[in-house]
């Protein structure tokens, strides 16, 4: 079964840090960029990160830069993406994706659940 799994979501304080992982399973993630996107209650989806699956280019929102690094481990099936320096406005369900990469949900073939980021004092 085709599957993503996100976790490592909870809540921090402003100013604080989580790593998030989403690891794969039916599938090798080795063919596929890997984009995370995040959805704030009353807001659209946006993309947040994506990273290739050839040369491990990376892409990040405006908003994320600086503070948020992907990478990935094929050998695990996993990605990860460390989120430092959070702030309120970070707060939203997390969620990756599996396809041909780009800031856009449609440029994607498997989603996970996606796992819950609250960043508040």
């Known amino acids: 079964q085709v599957q993503l799994v996100e976790s490592g979501g909870g809540l921090v304080q402003p100013g604080g840090s989580l790593r998030l992982s989403c690891a794969a399973s039916?599938?090798?993630?080795?063919?596929?960029?890997i984009g995370w996107f995040r959805q704030a209650p009353g807001k659209e989806r946006e993309g947040v990160s994506c990273?290739?699956?050839?040369?491990?280019?990376?892409y990040y929102a405006d908003s994320v830069k600086g503070r948020f690094t992907i990478s990935r481990d094929n050998a695990k099936n996993t990605v990860y993406l460390q989120m430092n320096s959070l702030k309120p406005e970070d707060t939203a369900v997390y969620y990756c994706?599996?396809?041909?990469?780009?800031?856009?949900?449609?440029?994607?073939?498997?989603w996970g659940q996606g796992t819950q980021v609250t960043v508040s004092s």
């Open positions: 039916g599938f090798t993630l080795d063919y596929y960029a």
């Open positions: 994706a599996a396809g041909a990469g780009g800031p856009y949900e449609y440029e994607y073939d498997y």
């Open positions: 990273i290739s699956s050839s040369d491990g280019s990376t």
